[in-house]
């Protein structure tokens, strides 16, 4: 039998679990929430009603899904119409932007991907400073992206993809020993990393061309 006080917890109306899986579980895990959901859905019984379902226009939860699901299912066209309609329904919410910039990264859309990257950073998830510093790097603006990344680093020193887009930079600003320097940092993170090692070998390859 469900949870009796699923109607406490937070969140948005969850109806849209019977039948998509998209974020909404990690997100409920996250916070001890995820229990009371599944005992509905196993009980059969009416998904949590939650009291912000009234500032999340409707669509938008389906809209979103199918902008991940298109990620996921690498339909790219998919994944862009999908966030930019949560987009369009909710502005603010910063994993819908995220989702966009990312895809209009990949589309190599860069000013507009920017944009909604830097509503995504107001969420302060690491991921969502990468890809902003990631996107001022093709933009072509690369001391830039270094110090934003840098100070991805400073608060995420584990996180692996800030340094090798350093080195990234570094290459692009013709300082390859720079380059190697920041992915062997990395390496110390990550020793079984092939992907680090071929890139180090590569710069080196070169350095001496």
């Known amino acids: 039998m469900a949870t009796r006080h699923i109607g406490s917890f937070p969140n948005v109306k969850l109806t849209i679990m019977r039948n998509v899986s998209h974020g909404p579980p990690k997100y409920l895990r996250n916070r001890d929430r995820l ?3 599944i005992e509905a859905f196993i009980a059969d019984a009416e998904m949590p009603h939650m009291p912000e379902a009234t500032t999340i ?3 938008f939860a389906e809209a979103f899904h199918m902008g991940h699901d298109g990620f996921w299912s690498r339909d790219y066209s998919r994944w862009e119409i999908g966030c930019r309609v949560a987009v369009e329904l909710l502005p603010t919410s910063t994993a819908a ?4 910039g990312r895809a209009l990264l990949r589309a190599e859309r860069f000013p507009d991907a920017l944009k909604h990257l830097s509503i995504a950073k107001l969420a302060k998830k690491r991921e969502a400073h990468f890809y902003f510093a990631y996107c001022l790097r093709k933009m072509g603006m690369l001391t830039e992206a270094i ?12 996180f692996i ?7 990234a930079a570094k290459s692009g600003l013709g300082d390859k020993s720079g380059a190697i320097q920041t992915l062997e940092e990395a390496l110390l993170i990550e020793p079984e990393n092939a992907s680090i090692m071929r890139k ?8 001496l061309s």
């Open 161 to 167: 993809d800030p340094f090798i887009d350093i080195a």
């Open 57 to 59: 226009p409707p669509g």
């Open 200 to 207: 180090i070998a590569a710069y080196r390859k070169q350095l």
């Open 97 to 100: 932007n995220f989702w966009l």
């Open 35 to 37: 229990r009371p959901v």
């Open 147 to 158: 110090v934003l990344h840098q100070e991805t680093i400073r608060k995420h020193p584990d």
